[in-house]
């Protein structure tokens, strides 16, 4: 069965003090990992699509990776306004068909 | 702009009753989807469509219906024999879907109570 776990499920960070949140997966053909961030009340904001093992993509303060079986996102000196859930999820076949599989979410709190 | 709008923001259900969540895209996408979003679980699939009058279950569809009219439209019915409603729902959209390389935008959701 195609699994995504994300780790820790919760994060606590001091303004500045750089961190990761890993993704790793279970899929029997991965046809792409997506990285979103959720806001409280919100719907997710769609942050990186990774390809394929090696690729890397840079947003601001955020970087994800991917390897063949995790991803990570790493968040450089983070701000209070990075605070909020991050969310993975990976492309993959299911009975037949494509669909996205999501895990639970890392809650991301940065602290002034 | 373009984007998804879903509306209303805040539902009320009666037991016994039948509601509808609105879900409009400008985006030109043919994908459409609805999830459920628990707390402490991951977003679970209820419906989608790839393209005009043609829509599959996803994992979770029974209490569900929906119907794909408009290329912009894909409402979502919450019907009596749903028994656990309460959640929040949110409606996705996509280039297309099945080319293995699209990426899911999301509307701001709808949050569903039961009274």
């Known amino acids: 069965e195609d699994q995504v776990t994300q780790s820790p499920e919760a994060l606590r960070l001091q303004e500045g003090e750089s961190s990761s949140l890993n993704c790793s997966y279970t899929?029997?053909?991965?046809?792409?990992l997506f990285w979103y961030r959720q806001d409280p009340g919100k719907g997710p904001e769609f942050l990186f699509t990774?390809?394929?093992a090696g690729e890397e993509k840079e947003k601001e303060r955020l970087k994800a990776t991917l390897t063949k079986k995790e991803s990570f996102l790493h968040i450089t000196a983070p701000k209070p306004e990075d605070s909020a859930t991050y969310l993975c999820?990976?492309?993959?076949?299911?009975?037949?068909?494509?669909?996205?599989?999501f895990g639970k979410g890392t809650k991301l709190t940065v602290n002034p | 702009d373009g984007g998804i709008t879903q509306s209303p923001k805040y539902l009320f259900r009666k037991e016994g009753q039948n509601v509808t969540l609105s879900c409009e895209q400008n985006l030109n996408h043919d994908a459409m989807y609805w999830y459920r979003q628990d707390p402490g679980q991951g977003l679970r699939l209820i419906y989608y469509s790839q393209i005009v009058n043609d829509f599959q279950k996803g994992d979770i569809a029974e209490g569900y219906s929906v119907s794909r009219e408009k290329k912009e439209s894909f409402p979502l019915t919450v019907t009596s024999a749903q028994k656990n409603p309460t959640a929040f729902y949110l409606c996705?959209?996509?280039?297309?879907?099945?080319?293995?390389?699209?990426?899911?935008?999301f509307g701001p959701g709808t949050r569903l109570l039961v009274l």
């Open positions: 999820a990976v492309q993959a076949i299911q009975g037949g068909s494509e669909k996205l599989v």
């Open positions: 990774l390809y394929s």
């Open positions: 899929v029997s053909g991965l046809r792409g």
């Open positions: 996705a959209s996509s280039i297309m879907a099945g080319s293995g390389r699209e990426t899911q935008y």
